[in-house]
Each structure stands twice: as C-alpha cells, then as structure tokens.
C-alpha cells in the first residue's frame, strides 16, 4: 500500500508539472492584443498592427465651409491629427510637429493631405477652427460636423475621447483623447500611425519610410 501511495503522489506531482510547464508557454508565447487608446499604449515612435480595420467612410464640413468625404480625398496620401482647439498643449505641439514635417518633406507634399479633425464639435465651429489654425502650416484642413458626425469617423478610427466633466462653467472643460497621428494610403486604407509628440524631423522621416514601404 506504501508503495501504490508512493507511485500515485509521484504520478499526481508529474502531472501537475505538466499542467504548469503549459500554462506557463501558453502566457510567454500567446500575444496581447494593444489597443489604441492612449499614447501610453504605445511601444517606440510608431506602431504595426498588421491590417487592422482603421479608417472608414465619413462625412464632415472643412473650414471653408464645403461638405467633404472620405472619397474626395482619394489619390491623396491622408495624415489625420484628432484633437480640438481648446486643447492646452497636446494637439498645439503636435500640429506644430506636423507643420515642420510638412516643410522638412518637401515638394512630395503635392501628394499629402494633412487633416485636423475635431473630437468637440460642440465648440469647435468653422470659424473657431479656420482662426485656430492660423498658426500652423496652411495646408492643415481643419474638419468639423455635428456630434454624430464626430462620434462615427471617432469610432472609425478607434479613437479614445472622453470629455471631462468641469468644475466651474460647462464650456469649460478638457476632453482626453488618443494622440496619434494617422497615415492613410490613396485608397482610403490604414498605412501606420506615429505619436504627435515626435519632432517634425521624425515625422518627416517616418512619413518617408512608410509611404516608400506602402508604394512597394
């Protein structure tokens, strides 16, 4: 009986080291999805996802005041900033990057489109973004529309946006968002995105590299 005892712990404690050597090449070798909700989410200068459904169909008014698509922009190379005119420092630093980038890139331009795309609506009118964007490089378009209009291009894009409630008038309020700047091919389809926070010097170098690589 000492014996059979002896044999079944020995089998019982084989097993169980079995069960945990899995486990444990299950955890190191199964990946974890990262997804694109803040610039804490992102490892390095740009992110790779394979071919994740970023992007999509839209309709929302330019600062010029004409109703604009996702198709009016195709055989255009598309970089998309969302942020708002409200926003005390993230989205001034980062549309100042890409109006470096802009000049650093040169007369490759002709075939980018730069795009600023509010996540408030509520303040950020025609008027509001054509003054804001004065003092960045005049080929940013900045895009507007009503709350839903905003709400389906956000979701589109997988955007993190969410307003803060504020303590002292209801105008007065910041919204977290993702910090992303992204790159759309001709057609309309996800190429990379890479964080507003790097110099235009990066962005430029970046945007070469990407477009290369998606043209090959």
């Known amino acids: 009986m000492k014996l059979i005892s002896r044999r079944l712990i020995l089998i019982i ?7 945990l050597a899995i486990v444990g090449v299950l955890l190191v070798t199964t990946p974890v999805p ?4 803040s610039g804490a989410a992102v490892v390095g200068k740009s992110i790779r996802t394979g071919t994740p459904a970023i992007g999509g169909p839209f309709t929302l008014v ?11 922009f ?5 970089l998309i900033f969302f942020g708002y005119t409200f926003c005390p420092d993230l989205c001034p630093t980062a549309l100042t990057n890409v109006s470096v980038a802009l000049e650093k890139f040169g007369a490759d331009t002709r075939q980018l489109q730069p795009l600023f795309v509010t996540v408030d609506p509520q303040r950020d009118t025609r008027d509001v973004m054509a003054n804001f964007l004065k003092s960045f490089d005049p080929r940013i378009l900045g895009l507007t529309g009503t709350q839903a209009q ?3 291009v956000t979701k589109e894009y997988r955007l993190y946006v969410a307003p803060q409630k504020s303590e002292t008038t209801r105008d007065d309020y910041l919204v977290e968002h993702s910090a992303y700047i992204y790159l759309m091919d001709p057609q309309g389809q996800f190429v990379n995105v890479i964080q507003g ?10 945007l070469r590299k990407e477009m290369t690589r998606a043209m090959r």
């Open 74 to 78: 195709r055989g255009k190379w598309l």
């Open 197 to 206: 926070n790097e110099d235009g010097n990066a962005i430029a170098a970046w």
């Open 34 to 37: 990262r997804p694109l909700t």
């Open 150 to 152: 905003i709400d389906s």
């Open 13 to 19: 404690a084989a097993v169980a080291a079995g069960a």
């Open 62 to 72: 330019s600062t010029d005041g004409e109703t604009v698509t996702d198709q009016s």
